[in-house]
């Protein structure tokens, strides 16, 4: 039996419309093969929250209601993947948002993890190795329910859907009995400017990762654990024999 948490499995990356479950999918990929989650969002908290150089500017700019820079962005994530847990491989959640970010992301992990690359011996590995990039596609009729319906435990951080994956109590989690919240975006009035942001950002990553042949679309109306096997099977895939 393959050990799946022993190989390397190379970077991972998860696109997808706000409520589409990447979330939900990057806990099962942790949770198979043993690699972290990489959210630009929790990087970029953390940094703020400890008032670290990064993080103290990043505060600045939110301040004044600017998005981060992608230079603060790109520090946070190379300083992330260079740490030693993230050697085997890794999911990278809410990045790259944007085509730009992709080619940076590629050159960070040509320089960094496969810097004598490439030559006519390892080429295959570079190859090998790239990110794969799954793709979770939603029907945008069902992004509503999901997104309105979305809940987390504030303390274990569980994820429930009060539609598709309901608590056993309602409102409250079923590991701690923690009264359930909201996502300040997850509100009605915001969703409609939020798919409409990540239409406009988003799909020209996709047609940077198609071209390359790196985009592995999943279907994910289906049931939770169905897109999970999908996801599975893509990374599988990808790296049969690990990276």
């Known amino acids: 039996m393959v050990n799946r948490a022993a190989r390397n499995i190379g970077p991972v990356v998860l696109l997808g419309p706000p409520g589409a479950g990447k979330g939900t999918q990057a806990k099962q990929i942790v949770d198979r093969y043993g690699v972290p989650q990489i959210s630009t969002g929790d990087l970029l908290r953390d940094h703020v929250s400890r008032g670290t150089e990064i993080g103290l500017a990043a505060k600045a700019i939110m301040a004044r209601g600017e998005l981060v820079t992608d230079e603060l962005i790109y520090g946070i994530v190379a300083e992330r993947l260079r740490q030693a847990d993230c050697k085997r491989g890794f999911v990278l959640d809410g990045f790259p948002r944007t085509a730009a970010q992709a080619g940076w992301l590629d050159a960070l992990l040509e320089k960094t993890f496969f810097e004598n690359l490439p030559t006519p011996e390892n080429a295959a590995t570079l190859e ?116």
């Open 128 to 243: 090998k190795c790239a990110p794969v990039v799954i793709q979770l596609l939603v029907d945008y009729t069902q992004l509503l329910p999901r997104l309105t319906g979305r809940r987390s435990c504030p303390t274990c951080g569980r994820l429930y859907n009060l539609h598709f994956q309901p608590p056993l109590v309602n409102e409250l989690c079923d590991v701690d009995g923690s009264k359930l919240v909201v996502r300040s975006d997850d509100r009605e009035e915001v969703i409609a400017e939020r798919l409409a942001a990540y239409e406009a950002q988003t799909k020209p990553v996709a047609d940077y990762y198609r071209v390359r042949r790196r985009l592995v679309p999943v279907n994910a109306d289906r049931p939770v654990e169905e897109v999970t096997a999908q996801v599975f099977d893509a990374i599988d895939s990808h790296y049969p024999a690990g990276c």
